[in-house]
């Protein structure tokens, strides 16, 4: 059973996968199947609408995906990008977490830490989150 915070959560993060499939398709052969490749603009998205609500959230990203963190439970709105996550938005205990593409090597607690981590990783340009693509409706 979700609190009322995740259960808010949980909400915009679908809000954010729609507005993730929307954006994919203005933007043919970027992005691939199941929103991959907008793994860190779509988590980014939802954090400002997180952020709006009142709600903390903690940006985590690896060598292979970015998602949220929200009240000790991982929030993903791209799973599906790995053929094996059939949920188009996915909520789970952090502690539950066994893929790895839900390892944790860094945590930011701000879109400008996450933009300048991804800038010195060298992260491709049209997977950054830049404010132009977060203001898109």
């Given at each position: 059973m979700l609190n009322t915070k995740l259960t808010l959560a949980y909400l915009a993060a679908i809000d954010t996968r729609h507005w993730a499939e929307r954006y994919q398709k203005t933007s043919p052969g970027r992005y691939w199947e199941g929103c991959g490749g907008l793994c860190a603009i779509a988590s980014a998205k939802l954090f400002k609408k997180l952020e709006f609500l009142g709600i903390d959230a903690k940006i985590v990203i690896n060598n292979h995906h970015c998602f949220l963190l929200v009240d000790e439970h991982i929030l993903d709105v791209t799973a599906t990008q790995f053929t094996y996550n059939n949920a188009r938005v996915t909520i789970i205990p952090?502690?539950?977490?066994?893929?790895?593409?839900?390892?944790?090597?860094?945590?930011?607690?701000?879109?400008?830490?996450?933009?300048?981590?991804?800038?010195?990783?060298?992260?491709?340009?049209?997977?950054?989150?830049?404010?132009?693509?977060?203001?898109?409706?």
């Open positions: 952090n502690n539950k977490a066994q893929p790895y593409y839900w390892q944790q090597k860094e945590v930011f607690n701000s879109l400008e830490e996450l933009l300048n981590y991804q800038n010195k990783a060298d992260w491709p340009k049209h997977q950054q989150p830049t404010p132009e693509i977060l203001e898109l409706e």
